[in-house]
T-cell receptor, first 116, second 110 residues
């Protein structure tokens, strides 16, 4: 079974801190994603990576950066945490789509981040 | 911007009834996927329908796709209390990018 592991289930950080959220997948997937989930807003894409060192901005990249130095690991970085970044963060991975065949995404369990 | 918008936002039914959730999307997609999320957990993939398909079945799930209306529906037949969860549609666009909607909270009462 594919496993996507996020380093923490719960995290509490102070305003202004630099925060690292780590995600590791064990199925050699090319694609990795970071989303945040807020009540009433669904999942919003922060960043997307389709290969090592490659990244694309999602819909809400402001205040975040990412790092993908190895294929299995995708890190989300909050450069200077703010209270409006309190949220559930979800990491996912998937294979590259082959022609007309889509591929499902596999999700980690999420990290609930509180910034105080 | 959100790819999908789910309708309704919340749905409460009795066990044994059917549950229908709708999703509309804005841009062209390669396929549309449905996911389920139990409270406070990660999402689990349920079913994928390609843009050249109109209907797909998997167990008690039936998905339809109307690309002319940019809409999809998920039907869960003979619902069970264990089906209580949030359901999300997601459109896959170029480069395997996956964009989600806001979700429908389904409650199945025993």
């Amino acid at each position: 079974d594919v496993k996507v592991t996020q380093s923490s289930r719960y995290l509490v950080k102070r305003t202004g801190e630099k925060v690292f959220l780590e995600c590791v997948q064990d199925m050699d997937h090319e694609n990795m994603f970071w989303y945040r989930q807020d009540p009433g807003l669904g999942l919003r894409l922060i960043y997307f990576s389709y290969d090592v060192k490659m990244k694309e901005k999602g819909d809400i990249p402001e205040g975040y950066s990412v790092s993908r130095e190895k294929k299995e690991r995708f890190s989300l970085i909050l450069e200077s945490a703010s209270t409006n970044q309190t949220s559930m963060y979800l990491c996912a991975s998937s294979l590259v789509r082959q022609g007309e065949y889509g591929t499902e995404a596999f999700f980690g369990q999420g990290t609930r981040l509180t910034v105080v | 911007s959100q790819q999908g918008e789910e309708d309704p936002q919340a749905l409460s039914i009795q066990e044994g009834e059917n549950a229908t959730m709708n999703c509309s999307y804005k841009t062209s997609i390669n396929n549309l996927q449905w996911y389920r999320q139990n409270s406070g957990r990660g999402l689990v993939h349920l079913i994928l329908i390609r843009s050249n398909e109109r209907e797909k079945h998997s167990g008690r799930l039936r998905v339809t796709l109307d690309t002319s209306k940019k809409s999809s529906s998920l039907l869960i037949t003979a619902s069970r209390a264990a089906d209580t969860a949030s359901y999300f549609c997601a459109g896959e666009t170029s480069g395997s990018r996956l964009t989600f909607g806001e979700g429908t909270q389904l409650t199945v009462n025993p």
